[in-house]
């Protein structure tokens, strides 16, 4: 078992930035790659961002790519997610999962663990 606790939510103007973390305990992290989503108000839950086990491979969503930035600290069991230029369509809560996989994975079906989520709001 895993368990994800995701921090670092709040409220930022347009423009701004947030930096997410994802903190994991139970079973050893850099086993698992790593994924942060996103579910805005009365919408269906989308992919963000994914890194592989050890990081050396990174997926964004070409609505995010150049704007959020995955990384992960395997000595910390924690993963990031650096949020800058943030507009208001980025508002929804965000978490993160974990994949049994050495590589990074877009799908929802693809991960065996997720967080509660973190609420973020951009306001214009």
């Known amino acids: 078992q895993v368990q994800l606790v995701e921090s670092g939510g709040g409220l930022v103007q347009a423009g701004g930035s947030l930096r997410l973390s994802c903190a994991a305990s139970?079973?050893?992290?850099?086993?698992?790659?790593m994924g942060w989503f996103r579910q805005a108000p009365g919408k269906e839950r989308d992919f963000v961002a994914a890194?592989?086990?050890?990081?050396?491979?990174?997926d964004y969503a070409d609505s995010v790519k150049g704007r959020l930035t995955i990384s992960r600290d395997n000595a910390k069991n924690t993963v990031y997610l650096q949020m800058d230029s943030l507009k208001p369509e980025d508002t929804a809560v965000y978490s993160c999962?974990?994949?049994?996989?050495?590589?990074?994975?877009?799908?929802?079906?693809?991960?065996?663990?997720w967080g509660q989520g973190t609420q973020v709001t951009v306001s214009s």
């Open positions: 890194i592989s086990w050890i990081g050396g491979r990174k």
């Open positions: 139970g079973r050893t992290f850099s086993s698992y790659a």
């Open positions: 999962a974990a994949a049994v996989s050495y590589d990074s994975r877009r799908r929802q079906d693809e991960y065996d663990y």
